[in-house]
């Protein structure tokens, strides 16, 4: 079936870097796209989003890229610090059964930053 | 502001018994939205409300799972029976009407025995 999946389990990079988390989804019918970041023990807290008529969209130090032609999502984070790590999921807007509102997450990406 | 609340944040039960988890959503959120995440399959959306009234239980994995919402500042999610294959960590998310985005409870970390 359609799914949203991400190219990397681990990440490992060294702090004060820049960092590149992908994501593959395959349901072009997505209107927009989400990442979501997961400390351990902690819910996924909102980073930011991306509307499938956009292909680029900034937030503090995070750039959301959406390649629609190859159906290709990144996160980069700019300046990583130890308080990035974390696993990183992208999401996509789900339409299932009669409602329109749930998402379908990827199955994470885990981001260690480096002293 | 308070955000996502979720009780018990830690259950342990024995194969058999009813687990019952909370949830009490963002105050004037209109939709609340429970997952189940496991190392296997990720984060799994089971069911949502919008204004109290489920709109979509198609996650929901078979009839053991039951889902309430009494009121806007209330849901549970009931396991009865409960089965080791259970065990996870159960989200609840909440959003208000018009916003995509969805705030993420602190998650119930189920296990059972």
């Known amino acids: 079936g359609e799914n949203v999946g991400l190219h990397l389990p681990t990440l490992s990079v060294q702090e004060g870097d820049n960092s590149i988390i992908n994501c593959a989804y395959s349901?072009?019918?997505?209107?927009?796209f989400i990442w979501y970041k997961q400390e351990s023990g902690k819910g996924p807290q909102f980073i930011i989003d991306?509307?499938?008529?956009?292909d680029k969209r900034q937030g503090q130090r995070v750039t959301v890229l959406l390649n629609k032609t190859v159906k290709h999502l990144s996160l980069q984070i700019a300046a990583t610090q130890p308080g990035d790590s974390a696993v990183y999921f992208c999401?996509?807007?789900?339409?299932?059964?009669?409602?329109?509102?749930?998402?379908?997450f990827g199955k994470g990406t885990h981001l260690i930053i480096q002293p | 502001d308070a955000g996502v609340i979720q009780s018990p944040r830690h259950e342990v039960t024995e194969m058999g018994q009813e687990v019952t988890l909370r949830c009490k959503p963002i105050?004037?959120?209109?939709?609340l939205f429970w997952y189940r995440q496991t190392m296997m399959r990720g984060l799994e959306l089971l069911i949502y409300?919008?204004?109290?009234?489920?709109?979509?239980d198609s996650g929901m994995p078979e009839d053991r799972f039951s889902a309430k919402m009494p009121n806007a500042s209330f849901s549970t999610l009931k396991i009865q029976p409960s089965e080791p294959r259970d065990s996870a960590v159960y989200f609840c998310?909440?959003?208000?009407?018009?916003?995509?985005?969805?705030?993420f409870g602190p998650g119930t970390r189920l296990l059972v025995l």
């Open positions: 409300f919008n204004n109290n009234v489920p709109i979509d």
């Open positions: 991306i509307r499938s008529n956009m």
């Open positions: 999401a996509e807007k789900m339409y299932s059964g009669g409602g329109a509102d749930g998402l379908t």
């Open positions: 105050s004037g959120h209109d939709y």
């Open positions: 349901n072009s019918a997505s209107d927009y």
């Open positions: 998310a909440s959003k208000p009407d018009g916003s995509k985005t969805q705030y």
